[in-house]
């Protein structure tokens, strides 16, 4: 199982951005998947998150500006960003609670993306 995630980049205070996660390998399910970041000199932060099913959720500086896209059927996750701010700068990881063929369920990671807002 892979996970793979893309779309980061430079973008101006108040700008958009949106990044791709694609699941790959032998998949039986995806119980969830998730949007992590870590900025310069930070811990890493949990950003949004959904179960296959639950609601999504959302860290509270996040609110309102990021959303969450499912593609279930190609195993896609995007995470939509808006109205971005200098503080979101930071690597963004996606992660997946997947079940594999033949193997048990546990946490994968994707490589970061990184995304970097400038005032």
């Known amino acids: 199982v892979q996970l793979q995630a893309s779309g980061g980049g430079l973008v101006q205070t108040g700008g958009s951005l949106r990044l791709s996660c694609a699941a790959s390998?032998?998949?039986?399910?995806?119980?969830?998947m998730g949007w992590h970041r870590q900025a310069p000199g930070k811990q890493r932060e949990a950003v949004a998150s959904f179960t296959s099913d639950g609601p999504t959720n959302y860290v509270d500086s996040v609110k309102g500006r990021f959303t969450i896209v499912r593609d279930n059927a190609n195993k896609m996750m995007y995470l939509q960003m808006s109205s971005l701010k200098p503080e979101d700068t930071a690597v963004y990881y996606c992660?997946?609670?997947?079940?594999?063929?033949?193997?048990?369920?546990?946490?994968?990671w994707g490589q970061g993306t990184l995304v970097t807002v400038s005032s």
């Open positions: 992660n997946g609670d997947i079940t594999a063929i033949g193997a048990s369920r546990r946490n994968y």
């Open positions: 390998g032998n998949i039986r399910s995806i119980n969830g």
